[in-house]
T-cell receptor
């Protein structure tokens, strides 16, 4: 399986703190994407980082990619209660037609 | 709002029955993907269509089939339903130019299927 694995499975922090989630994958990729899912709802695309990029920012989000270690991290700075959700990394690997392989997700809880 | 619509939102049916889930992609997107999300299996890719043609298959059971119509909407047909088919079914769309190019996927709100 080329499924990514997120770490930790669950994370609980206070508002204002930073949250870091990690993702590891198994094979070479075209890109890696992060998605957010509020409880039982659809997935929302957060950020896409290409295999030749090392870091990307979007607002309070910072994603890094280390292809030598086959890992990525998502940092949410100055977290808010509204950031409470599950976060998934998804990989698009070489030779695929674009379908994504998802990890099991990190459940983030931000307490006010 | 991602621009991807799915109907129905909820579906409750009995074992052995057949259901059809419908998806309309974002305007301009030619590629449609179907995913299944269950507690034990997580999010799994089922099948992809591009401009009416099947492009990739994932962990899709033989009891399941899909198609994409000329207006680009797609339907996922699930037959001989079993209790284990209860899950959230998501449709996603993207502008799929060429394999290896980079694009994000936009997910619909999902259809929650409950098989009793």
């Amino acid at each position: 399986s080329q499924q990514g694995e997120e770490d930790p499975q669950a994370l609980s922090i206070q508002e204002g703190e930073n949250a870091t989630m990690n993702c590891s994958y198994k094979t070479s990729i075209n890109n890696l994407q992060w998605y957010r899912q509020n409880s039982g709802r659809g997935l929302v695309h957060l950020i896409l980082i290409r295999s030749n990029e090392r870091e990307k920012h979007s607002g309070r989000l910072r994603v890094t990619l280390d292809t030598s270690k086959k890992s990525s991290s998502l940092l949410i700075t100055a977290s808010r209660a509204a950031d409470t959700a599950s976060y998934f990394c998804a990989t698009n690997y070489g030779g695929s037609q674009g379908n994504l392989i998802f990890g099991k997700g990190t459940k983030l809880s931000v307490k006010p | 709002d991602s621009g991807v619509t799915q109907t129905p939102k909820h579906l409750i049916t009995a074992t052995g029955q057949r259901v059809t889930l419908r998806c309309s992609p974002r305007s301009g997107d030619l590629s449609v993907y179907w995913y299944q999300q269950s507690l034990d299996q997580g999010l799994q890719f089922l099948i992809q269509y591009y401009n009416g043609e099947e492009r990739a298959k994932g962990n899709i059971l033989e009891r399941f089939s899909a198609q994409q119509f000329p207006d680009l909407h797609s339907e996922l047909n699930l037959s001989s339903l079993e209790l284990g088919d209860s899950a959230l079914y998501f449709c996603a769309s993207s502008v799929n130019r060429l394999a290896g190019l980079y694009y994000e996927q936009y997910f619909g709100p999902g259809t929650r299927l409950t098989v009793t």
